[in-house]
């Protein structure tokens, strides 16, 4: 007998339609039977996807930048973070005295800032990864012993999976230091997650491993990355020269002096010494090196690079200007493709002047990351000249800012978009940006950018 086909909701190419069962009434006449090309299906479409999030990559420090990840998170998830790998203050200087290698701090401030805080679980590994050991050596030691054998209250809700896995850098990174016994370590105001990040790094014998393990522990959405500048597992040393000719050793001497390595650092701006000069430059230098004699010139890391050539936004960070931004600007290869770019380039200008900015206008930040994505002041053949406005087309500047924005001088540098955000009052630091309007000037600055993009391009048609 004649087999009918039936058209009945959605079909799928990999189906058969629904044969008549044998004993069903005889079908119609085949005059009756819609052609197939007139025959309709009924179905409810599914809807449109929704657009993809913006990409950005932000250049930062580990302090200023950390309080708007959290309102970042509910714009775009897609952000690159560029991090420098020189600090060598607080607890960050004594892993490095006595293992070497990358200092860590910045990078795991950050990845505690991106972890998941959506379950009891989440929130018990960042409260572990977050906490810091007493002042006191002795105490700091004492508490120490107790996180790495298991019997601190830390551990209350973390799970026997994360408890072993974390555990188990802590006590690598406990026998790589009694392995260095004439080294002694000190325990003093210590960060569990730097200690982590140690023992892993040094157990991979990788930087960038160590951060995939923590990014997977601390649940940090994986379109999110936390990227180190250099992708290195040697120690590096960041210097700088005065325009007096003085050289500075370390970033920590040159943004907030101490007088030993367990000794807190106090990032009060109103309370830090006045450098003798301004500064001309930052440059890397051997990790035993004193003066111009003794730069060397590492590699970027190539993911950097990657990222760079293909975000929709690049962001410098407000912060330390020449100890968290610049480090990432002065490597070859990092000017050439932001210059190259027609994308968004973004400063997020300072609130407050500090130790290394004092005195310094608006222009004056264009004019030190201009310096240092054209390498001004280095090695002759790895000059680049480029305009102020190739890396910097649009300047956010929090209300109230204490440091003067000359717009006129700003315009002769080929810059016209200034943008003002709201602003707080931290009793500490000064002017900073409240970061709810700071996440929303930025996304209605891409937004528009984005728009005057798809206009450009219909219009070209």
């Avoid at 197939?36 to 932000?58: E, G, I, K, T």
């Avoid at 790495?148 to 850098?169: A, C, N, Q």
């Avoid at 020449?322 to 600007?329: K, R």
């Avoid at 630091?429 to 206009?455: F, N």
């Amino acid at each position: 007998m004649a087999e009918a086909w039936l058209c009945l909701g959605p079909t799928f190419s990999n189906s058969l339609p629904l044969p008549l069962p044998s004993s069903s009434p005889s079908p119609p006449s085949m005059a009756s039977v819609p052609s197939p090309r007139h025959r309709r299906c009924y179905s409810n479409p599914d809807p449109p996807p929704p657009p993809p999030q913006p990409a950005l990559l932000v250049f930062s420090g580990g302090t200023a930048f950390n309080g708007v990840v959290e309102d970042l998170k509910t714009f775009t998830t897609r952000v690159a973070h560029v991090l420098p790998v020189s600090d060598d203050g607080g607890s960050t200087a004594e892993i490095v005295r006595v293992l070497g290698g990358p200092a860590v701090g910045d990078i795991r401030s950050r990845c505690l800032r991106l972890s998941d805080q959506s379950t009891a679980e989440a929130l018990a590994v960042r409260n572990l990864l977050g906490h810091r050991l007493p002042l006191d050596p002795l105490k700091a030691k004492s508490e120490w012993y107790s996180i790495v054998e298991g019997d601190h209250t830390l551990w209350k809700g973390v799970s026997k999976p994360y408890r072993e896995t974390i555990r188990s850098f802590l006590v690598y990174f406990q026998s790589q230091i009694l392995r260095r016994a004439e080294e002694s370590f000190c325990f003093s105001n210590g960060s569990i997650g730097n200690f982590f990040f140690a023992g892993a790094r040094i157990f991979f014998r990788s930087l960038d491993a160590a951060i995939f393990l923590f990014s997977r522990v601390s649940d940090i959405p994986p379109e999110s990355l936390v990227l180190p500048v250099i992708s290195t597992n040697d120690r590096l040393t960041l210097g700088c020269e005065l325009w007096d000719g003085t050289i500075i050793r370390g970033q920590n001497e040159i943004s907030h002096p101490t007088r030993g390595t367990t000794e807190l650092i106090n990032k009060d701006s109103f309370s830090t010494p006045a450098l003798p000069s301004k500064i001309k430059r930052v440059f890397y230098m051997s990790s035993e090196g004193k003066n111009l004699l003794h730069e060397v010139f590492p590699s970027p890391n190539a993911t950097v690079l990657e990222q760079l050539s293909n975000v929709d936004c690049i962001v410098y960070a407000m912060g330390s200007l020449f100890t968290s931004i610049c480090p990432s600007l002065v490597l070859l290869g990092i000017g050439e493709i932001i210059s190259s770019r027609s994308c968004l380039k973004v400063l997020m200008l300072n609130g407050t002047p500090d130790r290394e900015t004092n005195g310094f206008s608006a222009s004056c930040f264009v004019t030190a990351i201009t310096d240092a994505l054209n390498r001004t002041y280095g090695d002759p053949c790895n000059r680049l000249q480029n305009p102020p406005s190739q890396y910097i087309n649009t300047i956010l500047v929090p209300r109230n800012s204490s440091v003067p924005v000359d717009v006129d001088r700003l315009n002769a540098q080929g810059i016209f978009d200034v943008i003002v955000v709201d602003s707080l009052r931290d009793s500490k630091v000064g002017i900073i940006y409240d970061p709810k309007s700071l996440i929303r000037a930025l996304a209605d600055l891409i937004d528009r950018y984005m728009k005057s993009r798809v206009k450009e391009l219909i219009d070209a048609r």
